[in-house]
């Protein structure tokens, strides 16, 4: 059972422009959404992180925009830069303490 | 910047053998975990250990596997008898008790 689905598999954007990736979940007990930033050979680095009581968040270029009802969530990346090429997961989590369920990644490619 | 670190950073066994890996959580970080990712595909949570006992644990997670925080710094992930599937990056993370995680750059083991 997959409790986080994430979508594109795969993104390839222009400099400057706007990488998008989606996050669905099923389970309403999920309390806190992360998103995690992977680079070759490295572990995850959390990007930005978002509660349930709020629709957006925004941290430089990164924004996670939130759909309670519809049980989304997204990742959003403004002028997007080369640099920005890695793997990004959408995870989602019960409480504090608890495990994170991963989606299955989006690999980004910002061609410059 | 306080990292989780993790030794070695890749290990090569030969099936049917004992493995332990090893990370040093971040400082007065209160839960600690262990994910795997298999060559590319998503992170899937292992478990996880909060005031000296399991607090989590996956179906992946079987009599195979045990964990240990030996002392106030190290915490072990022990494969009892390695299999050919348990090749895979090994990540430890911790958290000081909200919901961030943070994650150590991985170990990679390769079983033969």
């Known amino acids: 059972q997959q409790q986080v689905k994430q979508s594109p598999q795969s993104l390839i954007v222009q400099k400057g422009g706007i990488s998008i990736i989606n996050c669905a979940y099923e389970?309403?007990?999920?309390?806190?959404f992360p998103w995690y930033q992977q680079f070759p050979g490295k572990g995850p680095a959390l990007l930005i992180a978002?509660?349930?009581?709020?629709s957006e968040k925004k941290e430089g270029r990164f924004t996670i925009s939130f759909n309670k009802s519809a049980k989304q969530f997204s990742l959003h990346i403004m002028d997007s830069q080369p640099g920005d090429s890695a793997t990004y997961f959408c995870?989602?989590?019960?409480?504090?303490?608890?495990?994170?369920?991963f989606g299955t990644g989006t690999s980004l490619t910002v061609i410059p | 910047e306080p990292e989780v670190t993790q030794t070695p950073s890749h290990q090569v066994t030969q099936m049917g053998q004992e493995v332990i890996l090893r990370c040093v959580p971040i400082?007065?970080?209160?839960?600690f975990y262990w994910y795997r990712q298999i060559l590319g595909q998503k992170v899937e949570f292992l478990v996880s250990?909060?005031?000296?006992?399991?607090?989590?644990k996956s179906e992946i997670f079987d009599d195979q596997f045990s964990v240990e925080r030996p002392d106030g710094s190290n915490f072990t992930l022990k494969i009892r008898s390695t299999k050919l599937e348990d090749s895979a990056m090994y990540f430890c993370?911790?958290?000081?008790?909200?919901?961030?995680?943070?994650f150590g750059p991985g170990t990679r083991l390769t079983v033969t």
């Open positions: 978002i509660r349930p009581d709020v």
């Open positions: 389970n309403t007990a999920f309390d806190y």
């Open positions: 995870a989602a989590s019960k409480q504090q303490g608890n495990q994170f369920y």
């Open positions: 400082s007065n970080h209160l839960y």
């Open positions: 993370a911790s958290n000081a008790g909200g919901f961030e995680q943070y």
């Open positions: 250990f909060y005031n000296n006992e399991i607090s989590e």
